[in-house]
């Protein structure tokens, strides 16, 4: 089978095997998978192992086969893959065993994947074969970064580094869904216009001065993912007694912040990664409920999975990026 892998330091197509279904597992034929800012970092962790991986940590497609054990799944099943792996019950963070698919088992930027039975859910009638290929990544990371960490409250400001963000572009329908108050930022106007369209209230030059522009807002919760660009700035606007959600560092991990003005400003910092089975569930039925359709930027075809990266490295997305792999 066709899959884009990572091999000796180089990112190529390449035929790999056919994975088969041992116990307690499936075998997805992928429809769409989804790209993701993991995928970029790839390269750079696994140096020039000789092993090919396939990248990938999101799909959606059709049950394939099925090994020993497995119930409830039947062959021709429409499914979305659960990247989140060995996380099923909700937890303060990830159980022994977590990690993400696409590194170090193979990924879904194939024509097929094998995974447990465990990690496949259904896929949601409403959306696309590219909507649903985007949403598990990204929607769960949004969804636990928001309510389980951020526990975002109807009547809440919500402060947003970052609309065009493939996370992003869920934290906003989310947070508008259960009534808070949505700021975002972007380096782009036309991405600004895009987070306006998509329901924030607000919307801001991430170059521009926040303090100057937000002065009137009483920010109660921060999603960040930026890393150092905007860690500071981001304290700096939030309301003493605030909440700050960090899941991810885009520009740099290491940020030196204030620790008087922290514990002055009795500030509240939370870590999230991913999210459990539990609420990747609850996720998907707050979808089905708002009827929420992930933003697809744009879908490449398996064999440009290099050109959708190279677009991903750039930053040129509003909303996540879609690789067709079969019809
Ligand atoms: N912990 C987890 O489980 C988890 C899960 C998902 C993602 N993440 C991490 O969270 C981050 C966001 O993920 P994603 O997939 O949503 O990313 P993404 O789609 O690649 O979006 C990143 C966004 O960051 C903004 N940005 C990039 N460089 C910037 C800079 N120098 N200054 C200000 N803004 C900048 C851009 O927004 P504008 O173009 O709008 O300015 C860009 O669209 C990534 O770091 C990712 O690795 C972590």
């Given at each position: 089978?066709?899959?884009?892998?990572?091999?000796?330091?180089?990112?190529?197509?390449?035929?790999?095997?056919?994975?088969?279904?041992?116990?307690?597992?499936?075998?997805?034929?992928?429809?769409?998978?989804?790209?993701?800012?993991?995928?970029?970092?790839?390269?750079?962790?696994?140096?020039?192992?000789?092993?090919?991986?396939?990248?990938?940590?999101?799909?959606?497609?059709?049950?394939?086969?099925?090994?020993?054990?497995?119930?409830?799944?039947?062959?021709?099943?429409?499914?979305?893959?659960?990247?989140?792996?060995?996380?099923?019950?909700?937890?303060?963070?990830?159980?022994?065993?977590?990690?993400?698919?696409?590194?170090?088992?193979?990924?879904?930027?194939?024509?097929?994947?094998?995974?447990?039975?465990?990690?496949?859910?259904?896929?949601?009638?409403?959306?696309?074969?590219?909507?649903?290929?985007?949403?598990?990544?990204?929607?769960?990371?949004?969804?636990?970064?928001?309510?389980?960490?951020?526990?975002?409250?109807?009547?809440?400001?919500?402060?947003?580094?970052?609309?065009g963000?493939?996370?992003?572009?869920?934290?906003?329908?989310?947070?508008?869904?259960?009534?808070?108050?949505?700021?975002?930022?972007?380096r782009?106007?036309?991405?600004?216009?895009?987070?306006?369209?998509?329901?924030?209230?607000?919307?801001?030059?991430?170059?521009?001065?926040?303090?100057?522009?937000?002065?009137?807002?009483?920010?109660?919760?921060?999603?960040?993912?930026?890393?150092?660009?905007?860690?500071?700035?981001?304290?700096?606007?939030?309301?003493?007694?605030?909440?700050?959600?960090?899941?991810?560092?885009t520009?740099?991990?290491?940020?030196?912040?204030?620790?008087?003005?922290?514990?002055?400003?009795?500030?509240?910092?939370?870590?999230?990664?991913?999210?459990?089975?539990?609420?990747?569930?609850?996720?998907?039925?707050?979808?089905?409920?708002?009827?929420?359709?992930?933003?697809?930027?744009?879908?490449?075809?398996?064999?440009?999975?290099?050109?959708?990266?190279?677009?991903l490295k750039e930053g040129k997305q509003?909303?996540?990026?879609?690789?067709?792999?079969?019809?």
């Amino acid at each position: 089978m066709k899959a884009f892998v990572h091999e000796l330091g180089v990112l190529k197509i390449k035929e790999m095997q056919e994975p088969t279904a041992e116990e307690g597992q499936v075998v997805v034929s992928i429809r769409v998978a989804g790209l993701n800012r993991r995928d970029l970092y790839i390269p750079d962790r696994r140096g020039t192992t000789s092993e090919a991986l396939i990248l990938g940590s999101d799909g959606a497609g059709i049950i394939h086969s099925i090994g020993k054990g497995v119930e409830g799944i039947a062959i021709g099943d429409e499914v979305i893959i659960n990247p989140s792996l060995r996380w099923y019950e909700n937890s303060d963070a990830p159980p022994g065993g977590f990690d993400i698919l696409g590194m170090p088992d193979h990924g879904t930027f194939a024509e097929k994947v094998v995974v447990s039975a465990e990690q496949v859910e259904k896929k949601p009638a409403h959306l696309s074969w590219e909507e649903a290929s985007v949403a598990a990544l990204s929607g769960l990371t949004g969804y636990r970064a928001l309510f389980t960490k951020g526990n975002v409250k109807k009547g809440d400001t919500v402060f947003i580094p970052a609309a065009g963000s493939g996370v992003s572009s869920f934290l906003i329908p989310f947070a508008k869904n259960v009534g808070a108050k949505v700021i975002v930022t972007s380096r782009s106007e036309e991405k600004r216009s895009k987070a306006l369209e998509l329901g924030a209230d607000m919307a801001i030059d991430t170059n521009g001065d926040w303090e100057k522009v937000l002065a009137e807002e009483n920010i109660d919760l921060i999603i960040e993912s930026v890393g150092r660009a905007t860690f500071n700035r981001s304290l700096d606007v939030l309301k003493k007694g605030g909440r700050m959600v960090v899941f991810g560092a885009t520009t740099e991990d290491v940020v030196d912040f204030d620790l008087r003005k922290f514990f002055y400003g009795q500030y509240q910092l939370f870590g999230s990664t991913l999210g459990s089975r539990e609420e990747l569930r609850a996720m998907l039925a707050h979808m089905e409920e708002y009827k929420m359709i992930p933003v697809v930027d744009s879908t490449y075809d398996l064999i440009q999975a290099q050109d959708a990266l190279d677009y991903l490295k750039e930053g040129k997305q509003f909303g996540n990026v879609a690789l067709r792999v079969s019809e």
